[in-house]
Every structure is written in structure tokens, then in C-alpha cells.
């Protein structure tokens, strides 16, 4: 269903797994970062009541998530750590067209915004099913089913509203990039790392 090219290498669990910390504070950033694209997108297209309405849930429940994450932090004695840059999201950003029209602008943000959710899906799959913490391993899968459902919203719009836009097309050539992209990957204690 989502499409990506690539499979996380199921080794980089083991990666995640040394050093748990790291991994949920990335996590809950990672949440957070979700949040306010959901918010972003909003402020730069207001016109689309029905955007406006799923993309308020959406943020909230991305809200939700990182709260969860935190919690989870706070019972295992952790901290929440700084912010961590999201060099992956970074680069997948280069590939959304910056100088087409308003359209265009929030075609590319949906489906980034999607292949994102994607990804994560993909990765929160592979924890909830290698991981060995059941409470993770649980938390996980739970995850795994919202962040599909974000996918399917933001790519839904994008396919809604881009009608004068091959958006399959575009789609394509995301993933594409997007699996060039991962190969630099999954070799960290990060969520696209």
C-alpha cells in the first residue's frame, strides 16, 4: 500500500534497541515536527474547509503521539532530549518544487507530507514486530496503523485538490528520490535515521 521502494534493513532494530533514550526522544520530536507541518499546511491553505478539519485532527493526534512518547520517557526515568535535526526530512525536502504556484506548492507539501508518514510507518512496523519490549513493541504497532492513516489524508488531498496535476506521476517520482535518499539510512538510533 505505501508504495516505498526500499525496506528498512530489519538489523537497524538492533541499532534502535542499544540505545532506547535516544530513540524516544527522537521519536517525540519527530511527533512534534509532525504537528506543525499538519499546522503549516493549514495556515498556507485555508480556503480548504475539509483540509483545515482532517489536517486540525491530524495535528492534534500527532500532539497526542508526542505526548505519549514523553510519558513513556518520563516512566522509564528518561529525559526528553534537545531537538534533533531530521537530515532525511531535510533531504526529501529538496525535491518539493519552489517555484511552481500555490497549487503546486501544496500538491508537493502533501505528498511529502505522506511519504514522510509513510516511512515512519514503515519503520514503526518493523520495531512493533522486532523489538524486544513489549510495551514498545505494542506502542509501536499502534502507531504504525495512525501513521498509515496520515498517508492516506495527505496523499487523498493531494490526489483531491491536483487535479490539473499528474499527482500520480509526481507521486512516482518521490518515490523515486525517496529511495535514493534512504539508502544513506537506518544505520542510526533515530526514527529515519
Known amino acids: 500500500m505505501l508504495g516505498l ?9 538492533n541499532i534502535a534497541e542499544s540505545n532506547i ?15 506543525s507541518n499538519a499546522i503549516t499546511i493549514i495556515t498556507l ?15 492534534q493526534e500527532e500532539l497526542e503521539h508526542f505526548q505519549m512518547v514523553h510519558d513513556i520517557i518520563k516512566k522509564r526515568g528518561y529525559k526528553l532530549g534537545r531537538e534533533r535535526k ?13 517555484g511552481g504556484n500555490r ?26 514486530e522486532k523489538i524486544n519490549d513489549p510495551e514498545l513493541s505494542k506502542f509501536y504497532h499502534d502507531l504504525m496503523i495512525s501513521e498509515a492513516g496520515h498517508y492516506t489524508t495527505f496523499i ?3 490526489r483531491k485538490y491536483g ?5 500520480d ?11 535514493i535518499v534512504i539508502k544513506n539510512y537506518g544505520k542510526t538510533e533515530t526514527i529515519h535515521g
Open 5 to 13: 521502494k526500499l525496506e528498512t534493513d530489519p538489523r537497524w532494530v
Open 21 to 35: 533514550e535516544e530513540i524516544l526522544t527522537d521519536h517525540a520530536w519527530c511527533e512534534q515536527k509532525a504537528a
Open 45 to 59: 491553505n485555508s480556503e480548504y474547509t475539509d483540509l483545515v478539519t482532517d489536517l486540525l485532527v491530524l495535528a
Open 86 to 98: 531530521d537530515s532525511y526530512v531535510n533531504e526529501l525536502y529538496k525535491f518539493m518544487n519552489k
Open 103 to 128: 497549487l503546486q506548492s501544496m500538491v508537493d507539501r502533501l505528498l511529502f507530507s505522506a511519504m514522510i508518514e509513510a516511512r515512519s510507518c514503515e519503520r514503526f512496523k518493523l520495531l512493533s
Open 156 to 158: 487523498g488531498f493531494a
Open 163 to 167: 487535479k490539473d496535476i499528474d499527482v
Open 169 to 179: 506521476k509526481r507521486w512516482k517520482e518521490l518515490i523515486e528520490f525517496e529511495s
